[in-house]
């Protein structure tokens, strides 16, 4: 190869792409950008440890392991475009690069309420410094609003809360985690939280925001007409992959309405010769059916393994890979293995009024099992979802 692998987005996936790719026996020439002017780090603690003032360090790698690695990081430089037809990376300082193999690893940017002012205590949670100025602005907050009980917002509400905050959650569905999980096992999470003194309110929106003589946020007015204080706002409402640095270059893209991003094989192929994409951006086929995107941790490690033995021709790792992701709230986590979704069936098979499981299937076979505060329970089945396996096997098992 006279042309590097080019890897576009120092996220999780990017870093570990780039470590399959050395660890699988590439020793050609690999470029790593990305936009922000970090290094690459962990995003799961910036809405808990970080947030909480527990931990400043998220750095998943330190700065010789680069040089040892001869991973030429390149921070603080974005990709504006890319010409696939010569192989060439566009850069926002107007240079280009050329590149034998391009991976998109470009993650997602945080959705906002559109048509509300900014406003200062107003924040987003997705990078490290959205979690740096969601820090600062926590010192001397008397109350904090969050919008939207996804995995984000549950969790910084719960991390609110253990710094004695108190916190009004809102979500427009019946439950928090409707959407993912069911309304079943929604309902559980949100009972944890009002068992943590939250205020959780679902079935309504934010309307308007409220302002002080200052230009800073007092409080919103909800879509039932409520009024909320409140001089801290997190607006926790989903992600969306990036994406726009593409369009006009032949690679094709899932529709926003059907949640966007790359579409992939099954190794993260592109339709577009040399050019693949790996890790939240990225709308991998698999054997359930259809293009889908995965937005948990693991996944990106997982989906680094095949791609680069795919690109490099080796023999792709064996084993079954069973989706896993976790959300840590107060003392419960919250684990997901399979493919939960919330029109399955689901089967609540424990619960003791603060910690659950819960059986997930589709056509009776097993798809998914989510718990809360239930690690053995739940990582036991791994086998179990890989298989497919009856549903009502498990039941009479839980008996």
């Known amino acids: 190869m006279t042309a590097p692998i080019v890897i576009v987005g120092a996220g999780l996936a990017g870093l570990r792409t780039a470590e399959e790719l050395r660890r699988v026996g590439y020793d050609g020439e690999l470029v790593l950008f990305g936009d922000e002017a970090r290094p690459p780090y962990d995003r799961p603690p910036l809405s808990k440890q970080f947030v909480r003032g527990e931990t400043d360090d998220t750095t998943l ?20 475009g890319v010409d696939p037809a010569v192989r060439r990376v566009l850069l926002a300082d107007g240079s280009e690069v050329e590149y034998h193999h391009l991976i998109i690893a470009t993650g997602l940017r945080p959705r906002r309420l559109p048509g509300l ?8 949670l ?46 427009p569905q019946p439950t928090p985690l409707a959407g993912v999980l069911g309304e079943q096992v929604g309902s559980l999470v949100g ?12 079935g309504v929106g934010v309307d308007s925001l409220l302002s002080d003589t200052t230009g800073r946020v007092r409080g919103a007015v909800l879509t039932n007409g409520v009024e909320v204080l409140a001089d801290l706002v997190v607006v926790g409402i989903g992600s969306r992959p990036v994406t726009e640095w593409l369009e006009g270059s032949g690679i094709a893209l899932v529709e926003p309405s059907a ?25 991998w086929r698999y054997s359930s059916g259809g293009c889908t995107r995965i937005e948990h941790w693991t996944n990106a490690g997982e989906q680094a393994k095949l791609l680069a033995c795919a690109l490099l021709g080796a023999e792709p790792p064996s084993a079954a890979q069973v989706p896993y992701f976790w959300s840590d709230q107060y003392d419960v986590k919250v684990q997901a293995l399979g493919t939960p979704r919330a029109g399955d069936d689901i089967r609540i098979v424990a619960d003791d009024g603060r ?29 179990k979802i890989a298989a497919g396996a009856p549903v009502a096997e498990l039941l009479g098992a839980a008996k």
């Open 61 to 80: 790698r330190p700065a010789d392991f680069f040089a040892d690695k001869r991973i030429d990081l390149r921070v603080n430089t974005a990709a504006v």
């Open 117 to 124: 002012a900014a406003l200062a205590g107003v924040h987003v």
């Open 126 to 171: 997705r990078s490290h410094d959205d979690a740096v100025a969601l820090r600062a602005d926590l010192v001397g907050a008397g109350r904090a609003l969050v919008i939207g009980a996804g995995f984000i917002g549950c969790e910084l509400a719960a991390s609110f809360r253990a710094g004695g905050l108190p916190v009004v959650l809102v979500e």
């Open 191 to 202: 009972r944890l939280h009002r068992a943590e003194g939250v205020d959780l309110r679902c």
């Open 259 to 283: 949640g966007g991003g790359v579409l992939a094989d099954e190794a993260g192929r592109t339709g577009v010769d040399g050019v693949w994409a790996v890790g939240d951006v990225a709308a």
């Open 355 to 383: 910690k659950f499981l819960a059986y997930y299937s589709r056509e009776e076979r097993l798809t998914g099992v989510v718990g809360g505060g239930m690690p053995g329970q739940v990582m036991k089945t791994r086998a």
